[in-house]
């Protein structure tokens, strides 16, 4: 009993673990289109950036 209640606790996990780090990527994706709309409109050229790195 206590080995069926161990996996079902790693499978909870697990599964848990990957639905944060889908989130996360989509977060990712979403901030790397913020950053490549804001680099197009204000200019690759330009010395001045939209950010402060």
Same mark, same amino acid.
């Given at each position: 009993? +206590? /080995?069926?209640?161990? +996996? !079902? =606790?790693? #499978? =909870?996990? !697990? @599964?848990? #673990?990957? @639905? /944060? ?5 989509? %977060? #990712? +994706?979403? %901030?790397? %289109?913020?950053? #490549? =709309?804001? @680099? +197009? @409109?204000?200019? /690759? ?9």
């Amino acid at each position: 009993m +206590v /080995a069926l209640l161990l +996996v !079902l =606790l790693l #499978a =909870l996990i !697990l @599964f848990g #673990a990957g @639905f /944060a780090l889908k989130a996360l990527w989509w %977060v #990712a +994706v979403i %901030v790397l %289109v913020i950053w #490549a =709309l804001g @680099f +197009v @409109f204000r200019g /690759a050229e330009s010395g001045n950036r939209w950010y402060r790195w």
